[in-house]
C-alpha cells in the first residue's frame, strides 16, 4: 500500500470520524443535557479526549476492516516474526512499511486510554486492554475473511500500545517533576524498538550481497514428509561460480527507454499522456501503447493497440473501439487470430530495437499466440544475458512483449555449496515452495546450477531442483541458495 492509498484512505475515515464526533455531541448536548435533562456533566478536557479517542477508534475500524475485501478465507499465521524475516528478505522501504503502521496505529492507544480515566493509568491496564482490542480484531478480521490471524499483527498493535503508554507516562513526569529515572524506565520501550529496527537496517545495508526470494523463513516439519531422491550422482563437492551485477535504471532513463520505444513503434505522434512512478516500476500510457519498465534491469512488458481495446474477463471477450467511442469488433479471446510465423516477429522486434542475434531456445504457444524466446547465461566478454522474451502479434495489428531478458555484469567469483548440502537443507525442511496444500511427499527428480536476482541487484547463483510434490505429475521447482 503507498503512501498516498493510506493519506487517502486517512481522508475518508476522518470524515467517517467527524461525522460520528457530531452524532455523539448531539446525543451529548441535545438528546441527553436537554431532553432527557441529564444531570451529569463532562468536563471540557475530558470532552475532547472522549472524542479525539472516539474519532481514533473510528480510524482503527476504517483500517481494520472497512478497506478490506473478504478474500482471505480464515488464513492463520501463527509464526511469531515471520513478517519482520519477510520484510527483511524484500529487503525494501516498502516491505517494512506494514509492520511500522502497525505498531505506529495503536501508539495513541496506550496513550489516550490513560487520560480517559484515572483507573486506566496502571500499565497492565492499558495494556491489557491494547492487546484485547487487538486480538478482538484478529479474530474478527478471520471469521469474516476480512484479513489472517497473524500472530504479529498482535505483537506489533501491543508494543505501539506500550510505546503510547510510556510517552504518556514520560509527560506525566516532566509535567509533575517527578524522580528522571522514572523517565529512563519509561523511555525503554521506544528506544529499545529504534535500536533494533536501526540493527537490522545497518545489518542488510553492511552485508555484501542482498537477500533471494526464495530464502526460507520458517522451517518445514519433515517428520511427516516423505523424500525420494532420484538423482544418482549428486556432487559432493563445492566450487567457484560467479555472481553478477544487474544495473538499476533511473527514472530518467526509464523515460528514455519508452521515448525510444514508442517511436520505433511506428506512431511517433501518440505522445506519452500519462507516467506514473512506483517503487519499482515506471508506467507509461499513450492512446495506443501501455509500457511497464522494471528499474531493475530495464526490463518491461509493452502493448502496442491498434484499435482502442477493452478485455472483459468475465465473458473472456474483448471490445474494439474506434476513436469517437464506437463498438467495432467483439472478439472472443479463444477466437483470436495470431500471427504464427517467427520470422514475421523477429522483423517486428528489430523494428523497435530488439536485435536477437545470438544463441536462444524458441517455441510457439499456439494456444496463447506467444513467440517465446529462451537465452540461457549467454556470456559476451564480463557480462551475461539470461532470462526469456515473450512475443505476441496479431492479424489485426495489435501485439505485445514482454521482455524479461536480464543484462549482467561480471561482480565477482565465490564458493559455493555442493549439491549435497543444498540437497540437506531440504531434508531439514530449510526451504521454500510455492504449494498451498499440506505436503506429504517430495519426489526430487534432478538439480541444476541456476541464477537468480536478489534485493541488491546481484545475479545470484541457486540451486534449481526440480521435484513433484504429493505424487501430483505437475512439475514444481525448489530453489535453495548456493552461496552459504
Known amino acids: ?30 438528546v441527553y443535557k436537554k431532553i432527557m435533562k441529564g444531570q451529569k456533566e463532562i468536563k471540557t478536557k475530558k470532552l475532547i ?49 506494514n509492520i511500522i503502521l502497525n ?21 497492565y491496564k492499558t495494556i491489557g486492554i491494547g492487546f484485547a482490542i487487538t486480538l478482538l480484531i484478529e479474530i474478527v478480521q478471520t471469521i469474516t475473511q476480512m484479513g489472517i490471524f497473524e500472530i504479529d499483527d498482535i505483537f506489533n498493535n501491543t508494543l505501539g500500545t506500550i510505546i503510547g503508554y510510556s510517552i504518556i507516562n514520560i509527560i506525566y513526569i516532566i509535567i509533575n517533576k517527578e524522580e528522571k529515572k522514572k523517565i529512563l524506565v519509561n523511555i525503554l520501550p521506544l528506544l529499545l524498538t529504534i535500536v533494533s529496527f536501526t540493527a537490522i537496517f545497518i545489518k542488510y545495508s553492511t552485508q555484501e550481497f542482498g537477500n533471494l526470494s526464495i ?44 521515448k525510444d520505444i514508442f517511436e520505433k513503434s511506428g506512431d511517433a505522434t501518440d505522445e506519452i499522456i500519462d507516467t506514473i512512478y512506483y517503487e519499482e516500476t515506471a508506467i507509461y500510457s499513450t ?25 472483459n474477463s468475465s465473458s473472456n471477450t474483448t471490445y474494439s473501439y474506434d476513436e469517437e467511442g464506437n463498438v467495432i469488433a467483439t472478439i472472443s479471446q479463444n477466437d483470436k487470430q495470431y500471427i504464427e510465423d517467427k520470422e514475421t516477429v523477429l522483423e517486428k522486434l528489430r523494428e523497435i530495437g530488439i536485435n536477437l542475434d545470438y544463441e536462444y531456445e524458441y517455441r510457439f504457444d499456439k494456444e496463447y499466440g506467444e513467440h517465446i524466446f529462451t537465452v540461457n547465461m549467454h556470456e559476451e566478454g564480463n ?44 531434508e531439514e525442511g530449510k526451504f521454500k515452495v510455492a504449494y498451498e496444500n499440506e505436503i506429504n511427499k517430495i519426489k526430487i527428480n534432478s538439480v541444476e546450477l541456476d ?25 514444481t521447482y525448489i530453489y535453495i541458495p548456493a552461496i552459504s
Open 287 to 311: 492512446h495506443k501503447q501501455n509500457l511497464w519498465i522494471n528499474y531493475l534491469g530495464g526490463t518491461y512488458s509493452y502493448r502496442y493497440t491498434k484499435t482502442f481495446e477493452y478485455e
Open 103 to 123: 505498531i505506529m496505529l495503536f501508539i495513541p492507544m496506550g496513550f489516550l486510554l490513560p487520560l480517559l480515566t484515572p483507573k486506566l493509568k496502571k500499565w
Open 215 to 258: 530464502e526460507a523463513t520458517t522451517k518445514f516439519n519433515m517428520k511427516n514428509i516423505e523424500i525420494e531422491n532420484n538423482i544418482s550422482d549428486i556432487d559432493t563437492n563445492r566450487k567457484k561460480a560467479n555472481v553478477y551485477k544487474t544495473k538499476i535504471y533511473t527514472k530518467e532513463e526509464t523515460d528514455k527507454i519508452a
Open 383 to 426: 557480462n551475461i544475458t539470461d532470462g526469456n522474451l515473450i512475443c505476441t502479434m496479431e492479424e489485426n495489428g495489435n501485439y505485445s512483449i514482454k521482455n524479461n531478458l536480464i543484462k549482467s555484469d561480471k561482480y565477482k567469483e565465490k564458493e559455493i555449496i555442493s549439491e549435497e548440502e543444498a540437497y540437506k537443507k531440504i
Open 49 to 97: 479526549t472522549i472524542l479525539i479517542f472516539i474519532s481514533y477508534i473510528v480510524i482503527v475500524f476504517g483500517a481494520t476492516f472497512l478497506s478490506r475485501g473478504n478474500a482471505y478465507e480464515g488464513a492463520v499465521n501463527l509464526s511469531l516474526f515471520s513478517s519482520y524475516k519477510e520484510a527483511y528478505i524484500i529487503g525494501k522501504i516498502s516491505a517494512w512499511r
Open 451 to 475: 541464477y537468480m536476482s536478489d534485493s541488491k541487484a546481484y545475479y545470484q547463483p541457486v540451486y534449481k531442483f526440480e521435484v513433484n510434490i504429493n505424487d501430483l505429475e505437475k512439475t
Open 1 to 30: 500500500m503507498s503512501v498516498a492509498h493510506i493519506l487517502d484512505l486517512l481522508k475518508e475515515y476522518i470524515i467517517l470520524a467527524i461525522f460520528i464526533v457530531l452524532l455523539f455531541l448531539f446525543f451529548y448536548k441535545i
